[in-house]
């Protein structure tokens, strides 16, 4: 249990500080990546998608029960410190809304929402065994005023524009085809449905990001994430600036010599991410690399060149669980949203609750 509420943590972590939304489309991970990473949520009302009755109260103002309908998530808002609860098909409506753009195929949108509720049904669960007094009560924790994690029907207005009715539509009609169903191991118990948005052509091993071993969270084919905008990027720096960033990293790190011997050995998954890498003697972590330079992932390669320091990128976010990119592919060329989750996440079952 330990290792398995680790592994959770580390997983909303990286979605949480790495989010996997794509900035031309609008997608979020849990980390995801996200995915995800991996992610999280606008609302309203299913029997009239137009509505503006998000039910969002402070901690004290709302009670759950067994029923799906009445329960709640609760969210230590850091932009105002205050505990905010959310109806669980209200939260999904606006989870679904951060993570993927309206735009996207119906059974992507569903294998989504089955993921995110998934996910973050988890972190409530393992918050009711062992709450951690920094949340306050709550479930986990969002920076609401910026929307991360959930989007209000105001911020979907702002976002969405003249489209907002059909983009609402959409959303809502796919969380609720799929609401209150799960994805749970043979026991039943809640798995940890890590996503992202794009993965570098084949999803990561767990064990090999966050380093526990989950056999639902294997590393499986994405073909169809190449052709993701953007599944490729690039990213330059000078000597002086790739300097400051490792100083950045670690303050007494020392690049000296030629430009081109800083590198010494990377090591990578069998997928392609970057598991380690030595930069002036010294042992990093692909995620480092990621964060100190803003790499979308840490399937990157690097080369020197022209007195500049040259970051070829693939995919984006952790690159576990379900690839949202993927999952989009899959759907236009006809999969179903049980077949996209039993793809990504392997030897699952899809229950209801």
Known sequence: MRKKIISALLCFFI???????????????????AAAALSVTEKNEKTNPNSNNNEVSEENSADSNNNNEENIFKILDTSSGKVISVKDREFCYGALAYEMPPS??????KAQAVALYTHFSRLRNIQKENPDA??????????????????????????WGNLYNDSIEKINSAVNSVFGEVLT?????????????ISSGTTENAKDIFGSEDKHLIAVPSPTDINAPDYLTKCSFSDSEFKEKMSSLCKDIKLTGKPENYISEIKRTSSGSVTEITIGGKKF?????????????AAF???YSDKKFTFTVR??????????WGAQGMA???SGYKEILKHYYQGIQITST
């Open 185 to 197: 191991d043979e026991s039943g118990e809640l798995i940890d449905a890590c996503y992202h948005a």
């Open 15 to 33: 979605m949480a500080v790495l989010p996997l939304i794509s900035a031309k489309n609008g997608i979020a991970p849990s980390d995801n990546e």
């Open 285 to 297: 972590t692909g995620s480092d690399i990621r964060q100190a330079f803003d790499l979308r992932s």
């Open 315 to 324: 995919g984006y976010g952790h690159g576990v669980g379900l690839s949202q």
């Open 332 to 334: 236009e060329q006809g």
């Open 301 to 303: 390669e690097i080369e």
């Open 104 to 109: 996207f195929e119906a059974e992507a949108l």
């Open 134 to 159: 920094k949340l306050k009560g709550a479930d986990f924790s969002a920076d609401l005023s910026n929307g991360q994690f959930y989007l209000s029907d105001e911020q979907l207005r702002k976002k």
